[in-house]
């Protein structure tokens, strides 16, 4: 039962990468404002295609690679280096609102912060799938 | 409780993995102590209002998934609470799952008051402007100025509803399973 979950996942995590950059190439309209809720759009912060600004921000767009290449690339979850991915992408907004605003410092720490995710909350969705399978025995 | 063969931390019961260290851990053999019922609701309440209001006001709801991914860390926070040993990933991801769809009502609703105040004919009229000024395509700029209608408008409310409880959902349960591993304890060494 995992391994069609964890294809469903990466299925699901290509989609999403390939809406961001396709909503630019086909003026996907719906794709944009359904990334409207859950990014800021902002022109000057996000990648262009072909003079049309990405479904996603820098940062975001960079979190959703990461994630795609963390469940490519990582199988077991680390909580360790998660903590420290997270300090990073920490540091790096406080660098970037003091001192200075580095497009590849935010793609970077994005990567990374996605990518150390992506096996942890790959396991997270598969014992939550589990528990809505069988939830006597986990309830 | 188990613990990691690796590092000796506190494992929550029939976790595979270790929360400190990523060790793939087998579960013990025998019957494992009780654990307490969670409350989900409380934390998932209190995790939706949070997110729910960050989400809805303009300015401060400029950060992204950032708070959709708060509302669902605070839910596993308060549950991790009830449970000290340690949650399971699952209980954070449905607490924060929970806090998720909660909290795009939440926004939903406290959004309504807001367009009615800030969404005046001239708000409405500047908006479009500057979306067509803007290096927007002109099908996603036509197709935006279709819902800038001032005040209330019940189909734009009822879409928005619709994409807030998927996009926060998501990342509130993101947010919740991230929070479940980040602040399950280790025992004392």
């Known amino acids: ?139 | 409780m188990n613990q990691c063969k690796q590092c000796g931390a506190t494992l929550p019961q029939d976790s595979r993995f270790c929360l400190q260290c990523g060790t793939e851990n087998t579960p013990a053999s025998g019957r494992a102590a009780p654990q307490a019922e969670l409350d989900f609701l409380k934390p998932a309440i209190m995790g939706g209002l949070a997110l729910g209001v960050l989400s809805s006001i303009p300015y401060v709801s400029t950060c992204c998934c950032l708070w959709a991914a708060g509302g669902g860390a605070l839910s596993a926070w308060l549950l991790q609470k009830q449970r000290p040993g340690g949650l399971k990933y699952s209980d954070g991801a449905l607490g924060g799952l929970l806090g998720g769809l909660i909290g795009a009502f939440v926004a939903t609703v406290i959004s309504i008051p807001i367009q009615m105040v800030l969404l005046t004919p001239q708000a409405v009229d500047a908006m479009k402007a500057q979306l067509q000024q803007g290096q927007v395509p002109p099908e996603v700029v036509e197709m935006i100025t279709r819902f800038l209608r001032p005040g209330f408008d019940l189909t734009r409310t009822l879409i928005s509803l619709l994409v807030n409880m998927v996009g926060l959902g998501l990342f509130a349960m993101i947010g919740g399973i991230i929070a479940a591993a980040i602040f399950s304890k280790k025992t004392a060494e």
């Open chain 1, 1 to 139: 039962m995992k391994r069609p979950l964890q294809l469903a996942l990466i299925l699901f995590t290509i989609v999403w990468c390939l809406a961001i950059v396709s909503a630019p190439l086909f003026h996907l309209a719906p794709v944009y404002l359904f990334f409207s809720r859950i990014c800021h759009q902002i022109p000057s912060r996000t990648w262009h295609i072909y003079g049309a600004p990405l479904g996603l921000c820098i940062r975001c767009t960079s979190l959703s690679l990461g994630f795609l290449g963390g469940l490519f690339l990582l199988r077991v979850p680390n909580v360790r280096w998660l903590k420290i991915s997270i300090a990073i992408t920490a540091l790096e907004w406080l660098f970037a609102l003091t001192v200075v605003d580095s497009e590849t410092l935010r793609a970077l720490s994005g990567l990374l912060l996605g990518a150390t995710a992506a096996p942890v909350i790959r396991t997270g969705v598969e014992e939550l799938f589990i528990r809505v399978r069988t939830p006597h025995e986990s309830m």
